[in-house]
C-alpha cells in the first residue's frame, strides 16, 4: 500500500483497485481510519480529533491530488506523493 503523506506523525496510504467511494487510509499511532476524499468525512475507524482535523485540513487542500491518485491506485500505477501539512 503505497503512502501518498506523512506529517505530525500521521501517515496517509491508498490500496490498488480498492473500492468505491473514493478514499484514502491514514495511520496515527495504534489508530487507523478511511476517508472519504469527496466528502472528507470518516468512513471506517477513528482518529483522535485533533489529529482528524489535521487530516480532514490537509484533504480539502490536496483533494484534486487524491482523487488523481485515486485513478492512478484503481489502475495498479504508483499514486504520487503529496505535499504534508506544515
Known amino acids: 500500500m503505497p503512502i501518498i ?3 505530525f506523525g500521521i501517515i496517509v496510504r491508498m490500496f490498488f483497485n480498492e473500492h468505491a467511494p ?3 487510509h491514514v495511520e496515527y499511532a495504534e489508530y487507523r481510519a478511511i476517508i472519504n476524499i469527496r466528502t472528507l468525512v ?4 477513528h482518529l483522535p480529533r485533533r489529529a482528524l482535523e489535521l487530516v ?3 484533504a480539502e487542500l490536496h483533494r484534486d491530488e487524491l482523487l488523481k491518485d485515486w485513478d492512478l491506485c484503481q489502475q495498479h500505477q504508483q499514486p504520487e506523493t503529496i ?3 506544515e
Open 5 to 7: 503523506s506523512r506529517f
Open 22 to 24: 473514493p478514499h484514502f
Open 42 to 45: 470518516l468512513i471506517e475507524g
Open 56 to 58: 480532514q485540513d490537509w
Open 83 to 85: 505535499k504534508p501539512l
